[in-house]
C-alpha cells in the first residue's frame, strides 16, 4: 500500500485539475455570451494579442518558409522533383506550420503576460477589490481576454500563411531560380479551401486555449511574487502542450480518411 499511496496521490490531483479547469472553462464561456460586455477592454485586449504579436508572427512565418523551401529543394533534388517546391511549401504554410508556430509564438508572448498581469491581480488582493464593487471577475478579466484570443489568432494566422509564401517565393525564385510566373501559378492551382480554412480554425481553438491557460493560471495562482512566477510557466507549457495535442485532433478531424 505504501507504494500505492503516490500513485493514487497523483491520480487524485490530476483528476481535481481537471475538474477545476473544466469549471473555469464552463464559468468562462458563459461569460463570454451573456451581457454585459466590454467592448472598450475588448478592444485593448485585441490591440495587444493581435497587432502588437504582428512583428514576432511575421517574422517566425517569413524564415519558416524560406527555410521550408531551401529544405525541400535539398531533399526534391535527388529526386528531380524540384517543380513540387511550391506545392509543399502552400500545403505545411496554411495546414501546419502557420498556425502551430503562431499559436506557440502567441503563447509565449501573449499567455505568460496574462498569467503575470492576472497572478499579479490575484496576489495583491485587486481581484477580491473587484468582487467588492460588485464587478464580475470573469467579466472583467477573462471574458475580454477569450474573446479577443479567439477572434484574433485567425486574423494573424492569415497574415503569417501570407508571408511564409511569399519567404518560400522569395528564396525559390531569388536563389533557386524558378520562374516568379510558374511558381506563383502552382502555388494557386495547389491550394485548397480546406487547407486555409483548417489552418484558420486551428488558429480560433489555438487562440482560445493560449487566453484561457493564461487566465486560468493567473487567476489561480497563490503565494507572492513566487506563485506568480510559476503560473506564468504554466501558462506557457500548458498552452503549448495543448496547442499540439489539439493540433492532432483538428487535423484528424479535417483530414482523415
Known amino acids: 500500500m505504501p507504494i500505492l499511496q503516490p500513485i493514487g496521490r497523483t491520480f487524485l490531483s490530476f483528476l481535481a485539475a481537471v475538474g477545476r479547469l473544466s469549471i473555469f472553462t464552463l464559468v468562462s464561456l458563459s461569460h463570454c455570451l451573456r451581457p454585459p460586455i466590454y467592448p472598450r477592454l475588448i478592444a485593448r485586449q485585441m490591440m495587444e494579442i493581435g497587432y502588437y504579436s504582428l512583428p514576432v508572427v511575421g517574422l517566425t512565418a517569413i524564415f519558416t518558409g524560406m527555410v521550408l523551401a531551401l529544405q525541400s529543394y535539398t531533399g526534391f533534388a535527388r529526386f528531380s522533383a524540384e517543380s513540387a517546391i511550391p506545392n509543399v511549401v502552400i500545403v505545411s504554410i496554411t495546414r501546419e506550420l502557420g498556425p502551430v508556430l503562431a499559436g506557440l509564438m502567441v503563447a509565449g508572448r501573449v499567455g505568460a503576460s496574462m498569467a503575470a498581469e492576472i497572478g499579479t491581480m490575484r496576489v ?17 478579466l477573462v471574458a475580454p481576454r477569450l474573446i479577443a484570443g479567439v477572434t484574433m ?8 500563411d501570407i508571408i511564409g509564401v511569399f519567404g518560400g517565393y522569395v528564396v525559390s525564385v531569388h536563389k533557386l531560380g524558378f520562374n516568379p510566373a510558374t511558381y506563383l501559378k502552382n ?13 484558420l480554425v486551428k488558429a480560433g481553438a489555438f487562440g482560445f486555449l493560449v487566453t484561457l491557460m493564461g487566465c486560468y493560471h493567473g487567476y489561480n495562482s497563490r503565494g507572492g511574487a513566487q506563485g506568480v512566477g510559476a503560473a506564468t510557466t504554466n501558462a506557457v507549457v500548458s498552452a503549448s502542450i495543448l496547442i499540439l495535442c489539439f493540433n492532432y485532433f483538428i487535423t484528424e478531424l479535417f483530414f482523415a480518411r
Open 187 to 199: 502555388t494557386l492551382d495547389f491550394m485548397e479551401f480546406q487547407d486555409v480554412v483548417s489552418g
Open 153 to 160: 489568432l485567425p486574423c494573424l494566422v492569415l497574415v503569417a
Open 124 to 140: 495583491t488582493e485587486q481581484i477580491d477589490a473587484l468582487n467588492t464593487l460588485a464587478t464580475n471577475p470573469f467579466k472583467y
